[in-house]
């Protein structure tokens, strides 16, 4: 099997509008982020000029208010919430639009923050760079939970379903198996390798797994009693296969058989 990263905890840092990136506070790939971190400062005149309007549409609201007629008001509030609106959805956060209608001063570079935890797989964001709602500045991937894509042979995939639990060994036999879970199964089969991809999710809170790195992983399988006999033990011609029956007295029977699965230095 081969480590990689669960794609269901891959995010991705945008911009929701246009600027110039002004300070970078996580500068390398493969530092470690917490959710709400500080990622980048960026200078937006756009941004700029949206809360200028919103600062516009509070004191026409508050003026509003003071008018006989109900329509106005009512106008006024509906002004006030669209330029509010407009900017949440720019990401800029409640606690920021506070902090420009408390002081009544726009804010000049927005704090963009990290959306999860995890490792810093990507970085493209520069001091001076100018962005666009397009640019992909950071990927963060959390590895505290992977997946296993491990390759079965088309003659063992029926005796495995979703569900299964599968031991997770490493090649340095010092360090313990890991416990797995079968999630998916792959729909079609290899014709290069005859093989069928299986899904396992692990947990990872030690790093131990890293992406792209090898690993063993081993099916409990449940089978009725079965006569076994060593490997070696089986004289195969290529037309026919012959096991040898010690009667004692140095007094060996050939005997014709069938060999079914191998489990591990035996073969049913």
């Known amino acids: 099997g081969t480590v990689a990263a669960d794609e269901t905890r891959v995010g991705h840092v945008h911009t929701r509008t246009e600027g110039w990136i002004e300070k970078v506070f996580v500068d390398f790939t493969g530092d470690i982020v917490k959710s709400g971190q500080p990622m980048f400062t960026v200078y937006s005149p756009e941004m700029l000029a949206s809360q200028q309007e919103l600062l516009l549409a509070a004191r026409a609201r508050d003026l509003m208010h003071a008018n006989p007629l109900a329509s106005a008001a009512e106008h006024g509030e509906s002004l006030f919430e669209a330029a509010k609106r407009r900017l949440q959805l720019w990401d800029l956060s409640d606690d920021q639009i506070e902090q420009v209608l408390r002081t009544g001063q726009p804010i000049r570079d927005i704090t963009v923050r990290a959306p999860m935890s995890g490792f810093v797989t990507e970085r493209n964001a520069f001091p001076n760079q100018k962005v666009t709602p397009d640019s992909d500045l950071y990927t963060i991937t959390d590895l505290s939970h992977v997946w296993i894509v491990a390759d079965v042979y088309e003659s063992d995939i029926a005796t495995i379903k979703v569900g299964d639990t599968a031991s997770i060994t490493f090649t340095n036999t010092a360090t313990p198996p890991q416990k797995a879970r079968v999630t998916y199964i792959q729909p079609q089969v290899d014709p290069t390798t005859r093989t069928v991809q299986v899904r396992l999710e692990v947990h990872n809170s030690a790093m131990r797994l890293k992406p792209k790195m090898f690993v063993n992983v081993e099916f409990g399988i449940a089978t ?25 007295n140095g007094y060996l029977e050939p005997r014709r058989v069938n060999a079914g699965e191998r489990f591990g230095d035996r073969v049913v």
């Open 224 to 248: 009725t009693p079965q006569l076994t006999v060593p490997i070696d033990a089986v004289l195969d011609t290529g037309d026919r296969q012959t096991v040898f029956v010690d009667r004692g």
